[in-house]
């Protein structure tokens, strides 16, 4: 069911956000194109070899994004004698064989466009078929960001719902902020020194916020990825201004303010400032770490009222208040850094076991837990726009790094791979510039 | 610290130079004929000789009583300064001072009051665990609670800056209660009119 309505949720934002080129598509867009395999099980996809400049890095790329998205089984066809390239050579027996419902057929036409086939194995005939426009610049970060978009087509083509593949991810090392491809490829820091903690992106995916020590104090700053200077935004100077959140809809900004009496969440208009207008009244308590629901009338977040750390939830304008998180759970009373899924239906959170954190999440309908993680200690957790993979930070290997986890299967990989990464915040789905 | 030690000492040097200055004069004035020797001549150079040997003892007295002035001071200055930059401790996950924490605070309210130039910046920290964004907030509170402390006293408002580093700077490195209880701190740092700081009185 709430598969169902992910794929649904996802498919009416990808129609939203394709741009305007992308309209000219074959056969049914947004729509599963009814592959056949054993119901339950993950489809099995092969990925054909990819002929031309970058086209084994292609294929490789498709391959693991496919694999990493956790709803396909990507088929290595690299040992298959007579491997199909070109049209119309595809001998489906063999892939049928080793287990495919589907090939992926990715053909480069210029140095700017490759064409994107899927092929339905049982059926013995291409299912879906588009022509995607990509970076001409083989192996530079828009060339690979457009490989990634291609996967996530064609994993929605496959199994209905949308790839995360062409996403990023910010997060924190030696006070930098920096930014990763949701493949763990691209690494670039993006804020050049100082020391600076809890990024977090707008909705538009190249606007950032984070938190920047200065002389005098902690100040939020907005940041274009594409360039440009950080310009501050918080009003309120001096003193602690940090956990930036954006609205949904971009238009606030949300951050913690503390001074000498307790620290209380304000807004202020996103991109210019301005008077800052306060949501919380902690009484001299710390209240940080907003995070909005998708429609942006609520927001939860971590504060100390209670005389320790809980997961509060309140409207916007910081009323009808409630503690989203029972005490009756865990052995210890702290629980903190929620960030709400993208479906609205759940939150995820750390909460302290046996003196390490554990990522959590908890439904907001029967206020069910799930416990999502037991290895090392695991903290600041980010939903994925998919609302099924949560980026976190893990001291599991040794010192912090981040990992992904997969909610549904509990499968996780390791995303960073230089020690003291942490503060992850998972991007939206990025589109291509029109 | 040390540099600002290192500030006092150009001007102790100075007024010293001043006074060896003062003490030398004799030695420069230009040299007499020298007079036909009799009694009245040998009696007039060696109370010349006196003179000199008093004006050199008065010089090197007042050397020593220039130095240890300076080091009067300079020891003055250091206890002063280690009372009121001495860190105080905190409990996992509070910003309430124990009883050490206000005694240490009382010592610097004595401080702060002969020293009405004086200006500080109180810096929060906390230990590594707990969340990063929740002890940035506590590590605030730290230092708030300790700034309330001394403004309640009547230490003027404006003399104290309050900043936390939450578990950013962290002074022991370990992950066990004896590195979490040093790191539970707030940190004290003098931001004006701290070059020749005088004892409480």
Partial sequence: ?434 | MIGKTRRVAPALLLAIAALAACGKKPETAPTPEPPPINQDSIDAARARADSIARAEQARRDSLARAQAEADRLRAEHQAALATLTAPIYFEYDSDALSAQASAALDAKLGILNANPDTRIRIAGNTDERGSDEYNLALGQRRAAQAKRYLTQRGIADSRIDVISYGEERPVADGHDESAWSQNRRDEFEITGGGQQLKAAR
């Fill in chain 1, 1 to 434: 069911m709430s598969l169902r309505i992910c794929a649904a949720a996802a498919a009416i934002l990808a129609a939203a956000a394709l741009p305007a080129h992308a309209q000219d598509t074959t056969g049914q867009r947004g729509v599963r194109i009814g592959l056949t395999y054993t119901p339950g099980s993950k489809p099995g996809v092969v990925v054909l070899p990819v002929d031309g400049p970058g086209g084994d890095s292609v294929r490789a790329i498709v391959g693991r994004d496919l694999d990493f998205g956790d709803r396909i089984e990507v088929i290595d066809g690299s040992g298959v004698s007579q491997p199909a390239s070109g049209n119309g050579a595809v001998s489906y027996g063999i892939w049928k064989s080793l287990g495919a419902a589907a090939l992926v057929q990715v053909t480069l036409i210029t140095p700017s466009l490759v064409r994107v086939a899927v092929h339905d194995v049982t059926a013995k005939k291409v299912a879906q078929s588009r022509d995607f426009p990509i970076a001409a610049d083989v192996g530079s970060a828009a060339w690979r960001m457009d490989v990634h978009g291609i996967s996530d087509e064609v994993e929605r083509w496959i199994t209905g719902v949308r790839g995360i593949a062409r996403t990023r991810i910010l997060y924190v090392k030696g006070g930098r902020v920096y930014v990763v491809d949701s493949d763990g490829y691209g690494e670039r820091a993006v804020t050049s020194s100082g020391t600076a903690l809890a990024p977090a992106w707008h909705p538009d995916g190249h606007h950032i916020a984070y938190s920047q020590l200065g002389t005098s104090g902690w100040n939020v700053e907005v940041l274009d990825l594409a360039g440009g200077s950080a310009r501050p935004v918080t009003a309120t100077s001096g003193g602690l201004n940090t956990t930036p959140a954006f609205s949904p809809d971009g238009q606030w900004l949300v951050y913690a303010h503390g001074a000498e009496n307790g620290t209380d969440l304000y807004a202020v208009p996103a991109f210019t400032g301005g008077a800052a207008r306060r949501i919380t009244l902690g009484r001299g308590t710390d209240n940080v770490s907003p995070t909005f629901s998708p429609d942006g009338r609520r927001i939860a977040f971590t504060s100390g009222r209670s005389g320790h750390p809980e997961v509060y939830t309140a409207d916007f304008d910081g009323s009808n208040m409630e503690l989203l998180t029972p005490f009756n759970f865990g052995d210890q009373n702290y629980r903190s850094n929620p960030d709400w899924s993208p479906d609205g239906r759940s939150i995820v959170f750390q909460s302290q076991l046996a003196g390490l954190f554990q990522i959590m999440t908890i439904n907001l309908r029967d206020r069910s837990i799930k416990q999502l993680t037991s290895e090392g200690a695991n903290e600041d957790p980010s939903w994925a726009p998919d609302g099924r993979h949560v980026v976190f930070t893990s001291t599991r290997t040794g010192v912090k790094q981040l990992f992904v986890l997969d909610t549904e299967s509990g499968r996780s990989r390791q995303l960073t791979h230089s020690s003291g990464s942490r503060l992850s915040a998972w991007s939206r789905y990025l589109d291509r510039a029109p």
